[in-house]
């Protein structure tokens, strides 16, 4: 069977106020579904928790490597709440991408969290889907896709239903540590999906419809599907 890698942002699942139940639940349920037709590798990011932690460590004086490691734990918790609506699930987030691939073996949903200071987890849904051979990484944003630029800045900013991985990588700031320009991917996890070659669909998390057709492999989902990469 195929597989799948998609990112779902923390902030889907976690909110200022607590765990979004019904959200959570809901994205559970996509991934089941989807699960009957690919091997689905999913890696949930920190969200607002992760940010509160790092924002706090900093001002005691922690060097960035340590903020970068409560941010990975935070996702590694993040993950333990997707996995709590997820049965059928590997149950519990790999702390590797061998053992994600070996629990992908014997159980239709793997879920994990962060694995290296210096990156975040687009970058890891990136490297996990070009280990598993994946058709195809989904990244679920809090915006419905790749613009030319930030449209929160930007009036002129155009949706764009379709991109090259070049374009991305130059959107995206191309190296900038922060992510740039739409701040939907960040610079290195564009460069990566430059370089694994794999089509990339970008789709706003919340919009399940999208969601769910991004990650059978459709086409004609809302967002964008960035093409074209090595
Ligand atoms: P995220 O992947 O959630 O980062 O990881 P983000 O893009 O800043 O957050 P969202 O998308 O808005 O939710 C949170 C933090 O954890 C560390 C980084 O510091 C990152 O900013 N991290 C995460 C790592 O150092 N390595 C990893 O593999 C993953």
Avoid at 28 to 52: F, P
Wanted: charged share 20%; net charge neutral.
């Amino acid at each position: 069977m195929d597989a799948v890698a998609v990112s779902l942002g923390g902030s889907f699942l976690v909110k200022e106020n607590g765990v979004d139940v019904a959200l959570t639940r809901e994205i559970a349920a996509v991934l089941e579904r989807v699960s009957t037709q690919r091997r689905v590798l999913a890696v949930v990011g920190g969200g607002a928790v992760a940010r509160t932690y790092i924002q706090g460590a900093r001002a005691l004086g922690a060097p960035e490597t340590t903020l970068d490691e409560i941010g990975i734990a935070v996702t590694r918790i993040n993950a333990r709440v997707l996995l709590s609506s997820l049965p059928h699930a590997y149950p519990k987030p790999p702390l590797s991408f061998d053992e994600a691939l070996l629990a992908s073996r014997s159980y239709p949903i793997v879920v994990m969290g962060g694995t290296h200071p210096g990156h975040t987890t687009d970058a890891v849904t990136v490297m996990l889907g070009d280990a598993a051979r994946a058709k195809r990484i989904v990244i679920a944003t809090n915006v419905d896709g790749v613009y030319s630029a930030d449209p929160r800045k930007d009036p002129a900013a155009k949706h764009l239903p379709r991109l090259t991985a070049e374009d991305l990588v130059r959107i995206t700031g191309g190296g900038d540590a922060k992510a740039g320009g739409t701040g939907v991917v960040d610079a290195l996890g564009a460069k990566m999906i430059a370089r694994s070659g794999i089509e990339c669909a970008v789709v706003d998390g919340r919009d399940l419809k999208a969601l769910e057709g991004a990650l059978l492999g459709r086409t004609d989902f809302h967002g964008s599907l960035v093409t074209g990469g090595r």
